[in-house]
């Protein structure tokens, strides 16, 4: 009896003291891990990709009516709430954060300055601006205990205008001035649909910029035209400019950042002879020859990611927005507006680069940039799993650009086709796999791009090098 019970304190004991050593992968069970591993099975998304499982309130399948919302939904990236507004799970937020600081770089490598505005609005600065009627029904219109009228914001014109007007006239010496945000929006749409292409609510950026004369205004419209220009080919998407409708923003001038896309519920004309491209509002029904060059115009369908406009006076006129000119007069001042929709760049930039069965992120906003997979448990490969261990820990020292950008799919009770396909529909750009030639005299490690369908197989060191031309952000 006596010898049964010491045979079960040492059992114990041992097991006690090995939960003490440092835990190898392959035995994590719980997914317990040295501080600083990112390793899949402790994230809250995904570690269990849905495959034929109920997908909620979007879930039924007449309602999964685009590549995005599909992709997105069946990878547990977004979770819906209500008819037009969406949780973002941490693999999302991750993109969302890294496409706010391209943004941002951006924005004041041209000399832009963040600031941020109340997403409740007052509406006597919408009466006054006569937004309050035209806009309709689009706006979220609320009241207070007070019975005072408010309204989320769908944009931000008039808070911005009275912002500036309430500070008193600038000087001349201070234009041009550059002020944007990076906020939720709100917009009471009348059927949400396409995930986060149209919602309710939503992530934007909207820059309002004041000069001192229209000549002026029109070249600050060109720089930050070409600082969208510049953003959109740092993230590798086609995009076209299109002349566009003021609508009820107004201005004198308008165009639009589209992406092509068989879903875009625009339609565009462009011209192959000459730059002309146009949204079809602003040409003359029936019209099919182009206005510049008379070369034919062919139609296509895009989703509308950034829209700019010179406003003029209109809004600056009306709250009173001055400058004071170098002869000490107060002069009102001229103003455009440009705004980027954050989460639907995301989505319509998952719409155009995706497979039908993975996701394809922009290669600076993957939310982990490299996802490594080791050996299954069990596996002849096991015995080399501390080589992979020794690659992660390494990965940080050797490329510092990657600190915080490795994944490590722990999950090694399963196969590494099952974990490599959810690396595919992932789409993180780099998977490194220890397969077979990990047990070779010297180790290789599969490498898979899979924004290019490359493979190539890499020593150590040779991942190393191969990784220090990743960009990050």
């Known amino acids: 009896m006596m010898e049964m019970l010491l045979r079960q304190c040492s059992k114990e004991f041992l097991h006690f003291a090995a939960c003490l050593q440092p835990c190898r992968l392959q035995h994590c069970g719980q997914g317990h891990g040295r501080p600083g591993r990112f390793l899949v099975s402790r994230l809250f998304q995904p570690a269990n990709l849905w495959e034929d499982r109920e997908l909620g309130v979007e879930g039924r399948q007449g309602e999964l009516t685009c590549r995005s919302q599909r992709l ?100 001349y010496r201070q234009l041009p001035l550059l002020l944007y945000q990076i906020t939720r929006k709100f917009r009471d749409e009348p059927k949400p649909r396409f995930g986060l292409l149209r919602c309710r609510e939503f992530y934007m950026k909207d820059m309002y910029t004041f000069d001192v004369s229209e000549e002026a205004a029109r070249q600050t419209y060109d720089t930050v035209c070409q600082a969208y220009c510049h953003l959109f080919e740092r993230l590798g998407l086609s995009f076209v400019k299109v002349r566009a409708d003021t609508g009820s923003i107004g201005g004198k001038l308008s165009h639009e950042f589209q992406l092509p896309a068989d879903i875009g519920e625009d339609r565009l004309l462009i011209c192959a002879n000459c730059s002309f491209s146009a949204n079809v509002e602003t040409v003359q029904a029936g019209e099919a020859d182009c206005p510049e060059c008379r070369g ?5 369908k895009g989703i509308e990611v950034g829209h700019t406009f010179y406003l003029g006076t209109k809004y600056s006129s009306v709250f009173s927005a001055s400058y004071n000119t170098p002869q000490n007069k107060p002069a009102v001042t001229e103003m455009g507006c440009f705004g980027l929709g954050v989460t639907r760049i995301l989505a319509a930039s998952i719409e155009v680069l995706s497979t039908e069965d993975s996701i394809r992120w922009p290669g600076l906003l993957a939310p982990y940039q490299v996802c490594i997979l080791p050996p299954k448990k069990g596996s002849k490969e096991e015995e080399a799993a501390g080589l992979v261990e020794a690659l992660y820990d390494g990965l940080g020292e050797a490329v510092p650009a990657l600190r915080g950008e490795v994944l490590l799919d722990d999950r090694t009770q399963l196969t590494i086709g099952k974990r490599l396909k959810d690396a595919s529909r992932l789409g993180y750009p780099y998977v490194i796999v220890a397969g077979r030639r990990i047990l070779e005299d010297q180790p290789h490690f599969e490498v898979c791009c899979q924004n290019t369908g490359e493979t190539v197989f890499l020593t150590r060191e040779g991942v190393f090098d191969f990784l220090r031309n990743v960009q990050t952000v």
């Open 72 to 171: 997105m939904l069946r990878a547990g990236l977004i979770h819906p709430a209500s008819p037009g507004c969406y949780y973002y799970l941490p693999h999302t937020l991750r993109a969302v954060e890294k496409l706010v600081r391209v943004i941002d770089q951006e924005m004041r490598a041209i000399g832009g300055q963040k600031l941020n505005m109340p997403s409740l609005c007052a509406a006597d600065l919408w009466k006054r601006s006569e937004r309050w009627d035209l806009m309709g029904k689009e706006l979220f219109r609320l009241r207070d205990r007070h019975n005072g009228e408010y309204c989320l914001g769908p944009t931000h014109e008039e808070a911005v205008t009275e912002l500036i007007a309430s500070l008193g006239s600038l000087s």
């Open 296 to 300: 034919k115009l062919t139609e296509t």
